[in-house]
């Protein structure tokens, strides 16, 4: 999907470029982690979950990723696959599953921190620092009114 869009009046709201920004967005950040560790972006948003919040459920995966639970799903396969996570049974209810990072998913993580660390630079080299700013406080402004709090 390329970034650029016909100047119809549904692409001038506020919405449309939102949408087809954050999409473009998306799709480089999988290539990158493609090519930089070999996993998807649902992937490194698994791991970064149970980075912070891990172990834990796969429901609590999905919520904090932000990923519905049939992603999570196929990315715990996929990770489970290459040693990234591993299932382990809750200590107090052998019923309840918790997934957690092995040793090689943290090495990964750190190897994806790289295009964490990159990728807003390349983004906005473009701008100006004021042009940055602006850019900041509204994404802050946007986000404060429409992500819930967890």
Do not use: Y
Not at 16 to 36: K, S, V
Not at 48 to 66: C, F, I, K, M, Q
């Amino acid at each position: 999907m390329s970034l650029t869009h016909a100047a119809t009046p549904a692409s001038r709201t506020l919405p449309g470029p939102l949408c087809t920004l954050a999409d473009g967005i998306q799709q480089a950040l999988d290539r990158a982690c493609r090519q930089t560790a070999g996993i998807r972006l649902a992937d490194w948003r698994v791991l970064a979950a149970l980075d912070v919040h891990g172990p834990v459920s796969a429901g609590t995966v999905a919520e904090r990723a932000g990923l519905e639970r049939p992603r999570v799903t196929r990315a715990v396969a996929r990770l489970r696959e290459r040693g990234l996570v591993t299932r382990q049974p809750h200590p107090d209810d052998r019923r309840v599953v918790h997934l957690a990072l092995t040793e090689a998913g943290t090495a990964c993580l750190k190897r994806l921190g790289e295009i964490e660390n990159a990728r807003p630079d390349r983004l906005l080299a473009h701008l100006s620092h004021t042009e940055r700013e602006t850019i900041g406080l509204l994404l802050d402004g946007l986000r404060d009114k429409t992500v819930p709090a967890r």
